[in-house]
């Protein structure tokens, strides 16, 4: 199995080609509205990934906010390239040791699923030939380049969809490393070096959907499949993993076709409406009263390949019902999940004999509120069936949350490229790339081995931080006076465990609200322990800061208010402790911290509870 990244993103340097602010904003001033059509590339050649977007034929409505202008409703050329972006990619090339293009030319990428106002993307090539070390391997960097972001979708209806364009310009910084990456677990750690390299330069966005990462993958016999806009670091394990597990599926579904002499279905779709009356339950109940109709297409040679060998396995009649789904019906039915969904083993029998299908045949049905519909999607399973005996066909596929992906369209090519006219070149000057090598940013793994070193931290827990992008408020709490070990953890697990499981939005700590908290912990007025319950106190109560102490009940408890408890508990339990001696430490400490968890260090409850108890026994003497 070969992988490659593309990893994008996102600066906090305002948008490429205007001087609007990097940011997402939620105030709505107008509307307009596009329909987008194909054009071809430098050669007039169509991109595929183009076309099958044209089919589609969806009318566009963007929503204009205060973090936009003309240049993103395309109603004015863009200015030029920002320059601060432009430095920020140059950085990057500079820590990925890649060469500079002597010249830089702004593209266009022709886009035209409704992401662009302008049925285009601007991309510009910045560098070539880096190269990245991780855990003591080399991956290739043939590839960084400067783009700006696409338009957010809003929401989508019956033949149209709605964007919002205050992402649409947002440089994206795109890093894209050659196919050396064999695994998940390897291909996660690589995406992991880089997204802290990029965010070592300080000038990228925080947050969800800032950077995303495409995932190149292919197994031997199969072909390049792109996973594209993944979000969630540590679900790019699986999801090389499952795709690497459906392509081999895919492989051998192929190798059964061939044995059987499978070849192109070549049936036409045929109404199967009137073999469906009186249906009582499923998704077929009631198509005449709805007002749709029922299709059916054959797939000769097909029977029993529909279906995976294990339920939440990959199996070939998902990609059939995926490609079904871009034709605009909600899915599909095939035979070889039937009888179920409401078809009982008579009218399964009925719908074999129509459509003539023998022993070793597989036939699917769709419904849909059209005619042309119906046979639309039909013709997509029928193109997708045909690409089965071939093995795997190259496409662009959208990652779902549980880890698996689905089919999106055509993997594009490189006929949707063509010079943007309305930026001139950019000459990159030597002394330019002087000045930035000479104030390049800590590389990552330097950095790790720096604040390990100077802060008696574990590595891991240093990893973690950078790729929170909290090593600069770990620096400056730890300047201010508190424990490195304690900032740490407050900002590698603490933070994470307090908001675990709470409704979105919730209130987000401030650096101010987490200094208050750290003093009182510095102070002595609560246990470490306690940390994480007062931090999901204030994220659901929100501040004062005061108010959540007081709410949590930590009142202060001094060393030797804890000595006189221990002391008490101990006497409350001398015929315990004369029956059970060194054993009534247990059942002792558990009745000792469920008086003051979270107001003194567990630690320092069993230290002195472990002196209460020793000068029980010994002032009992040897028969106690």
């Given at each position: 199995m070969k992988a490659g990244l593309e990893v994008h993103q996102q600066l906090d340097t305002g948008k490429l080609f205007c001087r609007c602010p990097s940011e997402l904003s939620e105030t709505v001033l107008g509307e307009v509205t596009r329909q987008l059509r194909p054009t071809g590339g430098e050669d007039r050649a169509i991109d595929p990934a183009v076309a099958f977007e044209a089919e589609r034929g969806r009318v566009f409505r963007y929503e204009a906010t205060t973090s936009d202008c003309l240049v993103e409703a395309d109603e004015e050329p863009p200015h030029e390239l920002n320059p601060r972006a432009l430095a920020t990619a140059l950085t990057v090339a500079a820590l990925l040791h890649a060469r500079p293009l002597d010249e830089i030319e702004v593209m266009r990428k022709i886009v035209i699923d409704g992401s662009n106002t302008s049925g285009f993307q601007r991309t510009a090539l910045i560098a070539v030939d880096g190269r990245l070390d991780v855990g003591g391997r080399r991956y290739s960097i043939p590839a960084i380049c400067?783009?700006?972001?696409?338009a957010r979708k809003a929401g989508e209806g019956e033949g149209e969809t709605r964007y919002r364009l205050d992402r649409l310009g947002i440089p994206l910084i795109e890093i894209a490393t050659?196919?050396?990456i064999t695994?998940?677990?390897?291909a996660r750690e690589v995406a992991e070096e880089i997204g802290a390299l990029l965010r070592s330069t300080r000038r990228v966005r925080r947050g969800i959907g800032t950077i995303r990462e495409d995932?190149?993958?292919s197994v031997p016999g199969g072909t390049r499949i792109e996973i594209k806009g993944v979000q969630e670091l540590r679900l790019i394990q699986r999801y090389v993993e499952t795709e690497e597990e459906r392509q081999t599926h895919?492989?051998?579904?192929?190798?059964?076709?061939a044995r059987r002499g499978a070849g192109r279905p070549d049936g036409a779709p045929e109404e199967v409406t009137h073999l469906l009356e009186g249906v009582a339950t499923g998704p077929l109940r009631g198509l005449r009263e709805r007002g749709a109709v029922a299709y059916a297409l054959r797939l000769p040679g097909f029977g029993g390949l529909l279906k995976g060998a294990r339920p939440e396995g990959e199996r070939l009649g998902r990609e059939l019902a995926d490609h079904a789904r871009t034709a605009g019906v909600r899915g599909l039915l095939h035979s070889d999940e039937l009888p179920a969904h409401g078809l009982d083993e008579e009218r399964v029998a009925r719908l074999r004999e129509h459509l003539r299908a023998g022993p070793l045949d597989a036939w699917v049905l769709v419904t849909a509120g059209r005619r042309p519909t119906a046979i639309a999607a039909l013709e997509r399973v029928r193109e997708r069936a045909a690409a089965a005996t071939l093995g795997v066909p190259p496409e662009t596929r959208d990652p779902l949350p549980d880890g698996r992906s689905r089919y999106s369209r055509p993997l594009p090519g490189r006929d949707r490229m063509y010079p943007e006219t309305d930026v001139p070149p950019i000459r990159t000057s030597e002394e330019e790339l002087e000045r930035i090598r000479g104030s390049l940013p800590e590389p990552p793994s330097a950095e790790r081995a720096r604040l390990a070193a100077r802060y008696d931290?574990?590595?891991e827990v240093v990893r973690r931080l950078q790729q929170l992008d909290e090593v600069d408020r770990l620096e400056a709490m730890i300047g201010r006076g508190h424990p490195a070990a304690t900032v740490a953890r407050l900002l590698a697990q603490d933070l994470d465990a307090a908001s675990e499981g709470l409704p979105t939005p919730h209130h987000l700590p401030t650096d101010e609200e987490l200094e208050a908290i750290l003093a009182a912990l510095d102070r002595g007025l609560f246990a470490k322990e306690a940390l994480p319950g007062l931090l999901?106190?204030?994220?659901?109560?929100?501040?004062p800061v005061e108010k959540v102490l007081t709410g949590a009940g930590l009142t202060p408890l001094s060393r030797g208010e804890l000595e006189i408890l221990a002391d008490e508990l101990v006497e409350r339990n001398a015929s315990l402790i004369a029956e059970k001696g060194e054993r009534a430490r247990s059942p002792l400490m558990g009745d000792l911290?469920?008086?003051v968890r979270g107001r003194r260090d567990g630690k320092e409850v069993a230290e002195v509870l472990e002196r209460a108890l020793k000068r029980r026994l010994a002032a009992a003497g040897p028969g106690g």
């Open positions: 400067l783009e700006e972001d696409a050659g196919p050396e695994g998940g677990a390897e995932l190149n993958i895919l492989l051998a579904v192929r190798e059964e076709l931290l574990h590595a999901r106190r204030l994220m659901e109560e929100g501040p911290m469920r008086e």
